[in-house]
């Protein structure tokens, strides 16, 4: 035997017996990152309390049709009066004289007002009902689109780390490789130019190392962002896609089953028709300014030396009657603000168009992207297959002196790409399955659990 032919058997040995790399300890997953950026993020956190906010305008509103009391009090034990008058004296002179008076006041009275008849404030309060609704959608979807973040997030981290390491079992396999091909050199078996090949080779999979590195710091950087813990410890989480990666069962099976599905429950659209609706109110209420307002009142007051021309003099009122006000001229503010409103309607309505049609084609993209999964993993895999064939055949045919060392290395290159491409393929097809459920509105714990068993 060749001393070419048994460095290269010696080499086909040491990368049989490489290490596989370490499997990560299946502690944190999905589930678990979830549940802490539901306590940490602050972007959901601010959607909290936005729809705390944005529930009570109800309330405000609806007290503007309820009984409004008032009470008034006021009391002062210091007064003091100074009164001149003019007088005339019997011989008919005019002289004034002057009288100083100290005395205490009170003035107190409750008051109590129920609107009869305000369009106005019934179209408001009708509003106000709907953006309640408005704040509970845009509450679900930022609900769904944390879960959207904190997965694709999540996919990133894990997939850098899976780049990273078939970057590094290539430039492992390359490092070999160049060994035996300056030990064929050393002996005369083998050519400058073969190692000068591996070696370039080598150093394109180390920055592809480096590269992959740095793709790995930024995804879990941004990922403890969002959970709120620095993930120092990536051995904690769930990062290795398992082996048998399975395509889930497509329910229901037709883009227009989801489409329907789309209309009813995303939140999107759900929030942009109550948009709608409420822009309607708002109409109602402005044209309202055009209507009388009626109102019923009692009130009672209580005073004593209350006025100038009252002291020493008390005074027990009572008074039930009814209100009518309503605007005849406001210098052209109330045209203005109904053309204003209508306007608000007519784009709030081209906004909803929009979000259906919007919400229609993402849907579509990830519906075909998902249905048409299985066949493009079935693809990748055979690629995978074949890549691994040729370069073992490729091996052998250098240890037969057919096949030279570029050949090998071409062969590696083209195994690593097709893993790298059947990995990305998987990743892909759980984001467009997520973001399939996220705008059909069915995204929730249990699609989270169903992407956890992905990982291990």
Known sequence: ???????????????????????????????????????????????????????????????????????????????????????????????????????DSYNGSIGVTQPVFDYGAWSRYRAAVEQGYMADARLRDKEMELAVRTVNLYLDLSLAIQKRELASHSEAALREQLKVNTRLLATGEGTRTEVLETETRLRIAETETLACQDELDVARRALAAVVGHPLTRLSQLKTEVTDRFTPLPLLPTSYEDWQKLALTNNASVSNARHQVEQSRYNLSAQKAEYLPQVSVYASRA?????????????????????????????????????????????????????????????????????????????????????????????????????????????????????????????????????????????????ELKKIDRYFS
């Open 1 to 103: 035997m060749s001393h070419r032919m048994r460095g290269w058997l010696l080499f086909l040995a040491a990368v049989a017996a490489a290490p596989a790399p370490a499997v990560a300890q299946p502690r944190v997953g999905v589930k678990e990152l979830y549940a802490m950026a539901l306590e940490q993020d602050p972007a959901w956190l601010a959607a909290q309390k936005a729809w705390q906010a944005d529930s009570q305008s109800k309330n405000i509103a609806r007290s503007e049709m309820l009984p409004q009391v008032r009470l008034n009090y006021q009391n002062a034990p210091y007064n003091k009066q100074i009164r001149e008058e003019p007088q005339t004296t019997a011989s008919g002179r005019a002289r004034t004289t002057t009288g100083v008076r100290h005395y």
């Open 302 to 446: 209580l005073s004593h030396s209350a006025t100038d021309t009252s002291i020493d003099r008390h005074y027990d009122t009572t008074s039930v009657g009814i209100q009518v006000s309503m605007s005849l001229y406001a210098g052209g503010r109330t045209n203005a603000a109904r053309r204003q409103a209508g306007a608000e309607l007519g784009r709030s309505q081209y906004e909803l168009e929009n979000t259906l049609r919007s919400t229609s084609n993402e849907l579509y993209k990830a519906w075909k992207q998902s249905a048409g999964a299985a066949a493009r993993l079935r693809a990748y895999s055979l690629a995978v297959e074949a890549a691994q064939l040729q370069l073992n055949a490729t091996q052998k045919g250098v240890v037969a002196g057919q096949r030279v060392n570029l050949d090998i290395l071409n062969a590696r290159q083209q195994l690593f790409s097709a893993r790298k491409d059947l990995i990305t393929e998987k990743y892909n097809y759980i984001r467009s399955w997520l973001m399939l459920h996220y705008h059909a509105g069915r995204l929730t714990q249990e």
